[in-house]
Structures are given as C-alpha cells and as structure tokens.
C-alpha cells in the first residue's frame, strides 16, 4: 500500500478465541488484499489460521511473531469479532511522525457506548489505554516490545512500554472499528474488572509517562464518584474497586 512516499507493507495478527467470526473476518482481510494470520483457539480448516490453545492474548501475539514475513513494515493487531473501517487513515498518521496508533471503538449499544464517551477525550491528552481491537505499528516497535509478558492488557502494555522507549503514539478516530461488547451492567462489571486488572498488571512491566502512573495511583480514590453515572458507573466503579483489591493480593488471572 503506497501512502504517499511510504510504501507500507502491513502484516495482520488477528486474535480469535474461537473460529465464530472467523468467516467474516476473514473475508474482510482478503478483499483489504493483506497478508494475515489467524491465531485460533480452536482447530478449523480456514486458510491462514494455525491453532493455539487459549493462553491469552498476549501468548497468541508472541506465537504469531514467528511467522511475520521480513518484507513486513508494519504489524496489525486485529480482533476476530471487529470490522476495520478507513484503514488507510491509520498508515497515512504512521508516515506523519508516528510510529504506532490505536484505533477508536464504536458500539451501537450497551454500557459502553458511555464509557468510550469519557475515555476517548480523556486518552486525546493522556493515553491511558489503549484499544487492542486495532493497533497499528511499525516493526521496529512490534521487535521492541516483544516478548509480552503475561498481562490482560496487552495491548495498554504495548502502549506503555512503546511510551517508555520513547516511540511516538496516538490515539486516532478517523480509522475505528465496529463491535459488539457488554449489554447490561453485570457484564460491563465484570469486563471493568478484568480490563482494570490488566492495566495494573501492564503498570508493572512498563514505565510509562509519570501522568499516566499518576492516574492509576490515584484512580482507587475517585473511582466511587463513577456511581454518579447511574447503574453503568455503579458497575464501573465496582469492577475497578474489584480490580484493585485483586491487584494488591497478587490474583492474576491470563485467560483472554
């Protein structure tokens, strides 16, 4: 893919749990006409897709680091369940001084639809977290953080430690994805809880910028005042409370 005088050549690296939206995720890279590799938790007969028992994510991205191709520039990290949308956008801030983005997440229903509302302008100014759905980077950052360790949050340890080694990051909007995700607070508690857990256990292999570790050092202290947002914050602030007791007695699940 020629972006003005960056010749890009992404690699995709698509995680999937189980081979249900594999069909469609596949049919999607193949008409972007971009090399790829599926890694699955379950056997199945689709071309590029080699099985891994469910480690998690972060296990499934070292397996397939393997097998990128030399000719390779640019990694992809992808969700089964999502559809890419403007993706060129993304490589087009990858040859403007950038060497990895994000991408935004849109959803059309549930809890949510509300919490992007108050992360995305928050992650404008301080990248917080990122969104695993859809990372694009350069190789040189994809060799560098490698191997990941074992973390929930892959992709916010991606993010932080590519922070650290002093590479240039953005959250970007013109190139998201569309998903589906939590439908009802009981759910979105649980996602909160096990997201929130991830990003403390990315804290602990990584240095991000001192804002960033502030946040989470004082996030335990204003995570109550997310009640204030109805029966979602509720679940917000439970599932965070959840996660930081689970943070400090050493309980670290992996299961993606």
């Known amino acids: 893919m020629e972006i003005g005088r960056f010749l890009a050549k992404p690699f995709f690296i698509v995680s999937a749990r189980t081979q249900k939206n594999l069909g469609v995720k596949i049919a999607e890279l193949q008409k972007m006409n971009v090399p790829f590799l599926v890694v699955c938790g379950e056997k199945t007969e689709y071309p590029n897709v080699v099985f891994r028992e469910v480690i998690g994510k972060w296990d499934a991205i070292n397996y397939a680091s393997d097998f990128v191709p030399k000719e390779a520039n640019v990694i992809v990290l992808n969700d089964a369940d999502t559809q890419i949308h403007n993706f060129k956008s993304a490589l087009m801030s990858l040859n403007k001084n950038l ?41 040189e950052v994809f060799k560098k953080v490698l191997p990941l360790p074992a973390c929930i949050a892959e992709d916010s340890y991606i993010l932080f430690k590519a922070l650290e080694l002093g590479y240039r990051t953005s959250f970007i909007e013109k190139t998201y994805v569309t998903t589906e995700r939590t439908i009802n607070s009981k759910q979105e508690e649980a996602y909160k809880h096990r997201t929130t857990l991830g990003i403390f256990q990315a804290l602990d292999h990584s240095r991000p910028h001192i ?46």
């Open 99 to 139: 060497d990895l983005v994000y991408c935004k997440v849109k959803v059309t229903k549930g809890p949510q639809l509300k919490f992007y509302k108050l992360l995305n302008p928050i992650r404008k100014i301080c990248q917080i977290a990122a969104s695993g759905e859809l990372m694009i980077m350069n190789k």
């Open 211 to 256: 804002l960033i570790r502030f946040f989470y050092i004082t996030l335990p202290l204003f995570a109550p005042l997310l009640s204030l947002a109805g029966e979602d914050g509720r679940a917000w602030s439970k599932g965070i409370s959840m996660a930081v007791k689970d943070h400090f007695t050493k309980k670290k699940p992996t299961k993606f």
